[in-house]
């Protein structure tokens, strides 16, 4: 599959933002194209591969997170819609991650359930970063 992100090696990160609309995470255009696809983990190298990249971006979106969070700037809607997108692609992409992994014939058994593991653990992080962002706006939608 052809990428841009191979052709233009892709946004480097963001440092030092002061908004979630300012923020490219690292790998994002790999992850926003729907890596990985299924002929590029096909092996346990490859998927290994891909993983790490989905790892690096999602380590630089927590980072970047930390970050705003001690920022003495008050969170705007258009940032808490752009944390939310970047959340969902990395749950979604992470679920394929997972299932992907399954599919995988040369990877052993203990291998396998310790990625699994992993990954199951960021995607619960990943669903109470949306419960938390939901239940932080449930208020202010009461009439």
Same mark, same amino acid.
């Given at each position: 599959?052809?990428?841009?992100? *191979? ?22 255009? &790999? ?26 971006? &999602?380590?630089?979106?927590?980072? *970047? ?24 692609? &990395? ?40 419960? *938390? ?11």
């Amino acid at each position: 599959m052809f990428s841009l992100s *191979n052709l233009f090696k892709g946004p480097q990160p963001t440092v030092g933002c002061q908004r979630w609309s300012e923020f490219v995470p690292p790998e994002f255009i &790999y992850l926003t194209e729907g890596g990985p696809s299924p002929p590029d983990v096909e092996k346990q190298d490859k998927w290994l591969r891909s993983y790490a990249r989905w790892r690096v971006s &999602y380590e630089g979106f927590v980072k *970047n997170e930390q970050e705003l969070e001690s920022s003495a700037l008050p969170q705007e809607e258009t940032d808490r819609r752009h944390r939310e997108a970047f959340v969902a692609l &990395y749950l979604h992409s992470g679920q394929w991650h997972a299932i992907l992994l399954m599919l995988v014939k040369d990877v052993p058994e203990p291998e396998r359930a310790k990625h699994l593991g992993e990954i199951d653990g960021t995607l619960v992080e990943l669903r109470k970063r949306i419960a *938390n962002g939901a239940a932080s706006i449930a208020p202010a939608l009461k009439p």
